[in-house]
């Protein structure tokens, strides 16, 4: 990408900094193209396609039918409750801990789990995880990446531990919001034995440090290949059987449970109310990928909702232009205090990730060099 060469697709408004995005020949991105071929599926075949999928799993010894890598969000929450009351499927739901809970994230979970389910939840030893964000915020700005590698490994570490054969993921991101589909299969069948890409790209072996030794990177260490090819362990999409609309799933949940929104009728950075809520360093988060690719939570928010046809583009442009790239300053105190770094390093920090060619400074000010049109 060349400066002043940013393209946004025209259906949506995800620009081509966006990583993993493709645009075709049109100036369409692939997760509008992907949100056009979902119209086309026969949804009733697929629903029968997954009811003889899942048959061989019932009454599996642990008692457990599947596990669902749960954050007790609107999506994760939405298959989990159709599995169980919809499939009778029985899952055990795995979370990981935000880095910083939230109560509303906190109040949404118990109310899922008030409808009966067994529940693990994952608390990774603080000191590591603090020092692991510390230093991913610094390098790479992004506190989470650590976080990523252990929502990744729990549900594996769990299905050995428990032998359950099935895991149930909740959306096919790189279909869903764009991304490198390798084939159809993909889309439905997630390959547990790529250890790189469910790593994260990364070796946590490579995050060792006087603070953190071998011993404390058990919660991010994907189980062993060999291993994992051995436990035959079938992971699956839900998003390939049936339609999936984050929106939706929201409606979804809210007619189930009462299911707490953001304070203030939106998150900072979008204006949504419904999604990422339970993670105090999410708004950072967004906010570093504004900071590195030029669009922040507000496009990726708006973007799913004109390729599900909630908005048209030109409401998106409109609330994409009010409020994306927000400051995050609802919760940069705890974020800081976690990282523990002062507002001035956490400045320098950000500007030694904003990408220069799509920034420009005019009268001190940081400016995007193409503006979302
Ligand atoms: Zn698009």
Redo the contacts with the bound molecule.
């Keep these: 990408m060349l400066r002043n060469t940013i393209q946004f ?1 025209k ?2 408004l ?1 620009p081509n900094s966006r990583p993993r995005t493709i645009f075709n020949n049109k100036g ?2 692939n ?2 193209t992907n949100a056009k071929e979902k119209k086309q599926i026969d949804w009733d075949a697929r629903k029968i396609e997954f009811e003889k999928i899942i048959e061989p799993f019932r009454n599996n010894s642990s008692g457990y039918d599947c596990i669902v890598p749960w954050s007790g969000g609107k999506d994760s929450s939405y298959v989990a409750y159709r599995l169980k009351f919809d499939f009778n499927l029985n899952p055990l739901l795995v979370t990981v801990s935000p880095l910083i809970p939230t109560e509303i994230g906190m109040h949404n979970r118990n109310e899922i789990l008030k409808l009966g389910f067994d529940h693990i939840f994952i608390k990774p030893n603080e000191v590591t995880s603090r020092s692991l964000s510390k230093r991913f915020f610094k390098e790479r700005g992004n506190p989470k990446m650590h976080w990523d590698a252990a929502v990744s490994c729990a549900p594996m570490q769990v299905a050995l531990n428990y032998n359950i054969k099935l895991i149930f993921y909740a959306e096919h991101g790189d279909s869903e919001y ?1 991304g490198r589909v390798l084939s159809e299969e993909s889309k439905k069948i997630r390959d547990v034995t790529e250890v790189l890409e469910n790593c994260i790209g990364d070796d946590p072996k490579n995050w060792l440090s006087n603070e953190v030794s071998f011993k404390n990177l058990s919660p991010y260490i994907y189980p062993n290949v060999d291993e994992l090819r051995e436990s035959d362990i079938t992971a699956l999409y839900f998003s390939y059987f049936f339609f999936w609309d984050v929106v939706e799933n929201y409606n979804f949940i809210k007619s189930k449970v009462n299911f707490k929104l953001a304070l203030k009728n939106r998150t900072e950075g979008t204006f949504t109310n419904f999604d990422s809520l339970d993670d105090k360093i999410d708004d950072l988060y967004y906010y570093m990928q504004f900071i590195k690719f030029g669009f922040g939570r507000c496009v990726r928010d708006a ?1 799913r909702h004109i ?1 599900n046809s909630h908005l048209t583009r030109d409401e998106g442009l409109r609330l994409a232009q009010k409020y994306d790239g927000e400051f995050p300053s609802r919760y940069i105190k705890e974020a800081l205090d976690y990282l523990s770094i002062s507002r001035k390093e956490f400045e320098e920090i950000v500007d030694l990730h904003r990408n220069l060619e799509i920034w420009c400074k005019s009268n001190k000010n940081w400016e995007l060099i193409t503006k979302i049109r």
């Design positions: 697709c259906t949506c995800t369409i991105c997760a509008c764009g973007s390729q």
